[in-house]
């Protein structure tokens, strides 16, 4: 379907569009036992935003540039990470990192929320690309009030988001799908071999490094940055849900990738955990060509007369050891969790023939997940390909 543009206004003229703003961190009196919705960009997580992380108290929204905006604004983000968008649920103050989008009265006749949101979120890459050229990488309120609107009549707006909200649904429904195959495998993994924690099957407990005969992370140099030549892949590649994003990636020579790979060899079945910023994201190398790895990862080769990795993926992943890994982060920036602590890791040791068993489960499980994510992929397709024909 593509529209008849009515005419096409700026933001600035058809919305109210204002920043937040985040009250001294120092001062207790502007946190402690606040009632007051506070969102950052973290908080933003689909359409509609029901709740927050922070609360502030009355006192820190007046003595801040922050300012509640009421349920049905549209948040956008202009700071760090450009171009995230929800609606908000609950009336809410946002950090000055996020704009706050209220359309005049006088306009709400001619667009609806909903569109509106709809066509900030096609946007997003357009925005990031003009952010990207601006200092901290940012969008001041000046260049989100000047972004041109088009609007078609109201039948075609609803027609618009009936058809994107229906995808959505759908979407919805199978995210809610890998959340239950995933369940299915952490009850599985309790079914077997009891909690972690207390083990209650009194099963053999011995440190990582007995298990696994090398534990090392990935370069602490500097490399070179090559347009074509062997990955290069850093913490940031891996991702939560156990898999390794190979698009954003850097390449290096091969005399650098060389030199890593010589103490630090990364192949397929052995373990990659991430060790500083975001801790305790686990990845297993698939059959892939030989790549490097940064200091920001670790990789386990494990002693395979005594683990099967897709078990130990499945134990480091647990809520306990993973809440292990966070109280041993070393206090920086970043954070980074050292080699002495990754090593130091209590592993739970069933035998061989239940792992290999459970891990017999988790395949099976993964079949499903990848139909399921296939399908979530070519939904996500097609909701891109139908708002570029929306709107351009």
Known sequence: MKKQILSYLSL????????????????????????????????????????????????????????????????????ATLGE?????????????????????????????????????????????????????????????????????????????????????????????????????????????GDIQHNPCKWDIEPLSAVCHKITDGEHGSVQRVSEGYVYLNAKNIRQDGNIDWENITHISFKDHAKIFKRCNPEPDDILLTTTGTVGNIAIVPKVGPFSIDRGITLLKINNDRLNNIYLANLLNSEYLQQCMKNNIHASAIGHLFLKQVKSLSVMLPPLHLQNQFADYVVHIDKSKMAVQKSLDELETLKKSLMQTYFG
């Open 85 to 193: 968008t929800t609606i908000l649920n609950i009336d809410a103050a946002t950090n000055q990192a996020i704009a706050g989008i209220n359309i005049h009265d006088q306009y709400k006749e001619i667009i609806l929320t909903d569109y509106l949101y709809y066509y900030l979120l096609s946007i997003k890459d357009i925005m990031c690309k003009i952010g990207r050229g601006v200092a901290q990488n940012n969008l001041n309120l000046k260049i989100l009030r000047n972004v041109q609107v088009p609007v078609p009549s109201i039948e075609e707006q609803k027609k618009i988001i009936d058809t994107l909200s229906l995808i959505e649904k759908i979407m919805l429904v199978k995210d809610k799908q890998l959340s239950r195959l995933s369940n299915l495998v952490k009850s599985r993994f309790l079914e077997m071999f």
């Open 12 to 79: 600035g003229q058809i919305c109210d569009v204002q920043s937040g703003g985040t009250p001294s961190r120092h001062i207790n009196a502007y946190w402690e036992n606040g009632n007051i919705p506070w969102v950052k960009i973290s908080d933003i997580k689909g359409k509609h935003l029901f709740g927050t992380d922070e609360f502030i108290t009355r006192q820190g929204l007046e003595n801040s540039s922050a300012k509640i905006f009421p349920k049905g604004t549209i948040l956008y983000t202009i700071f």
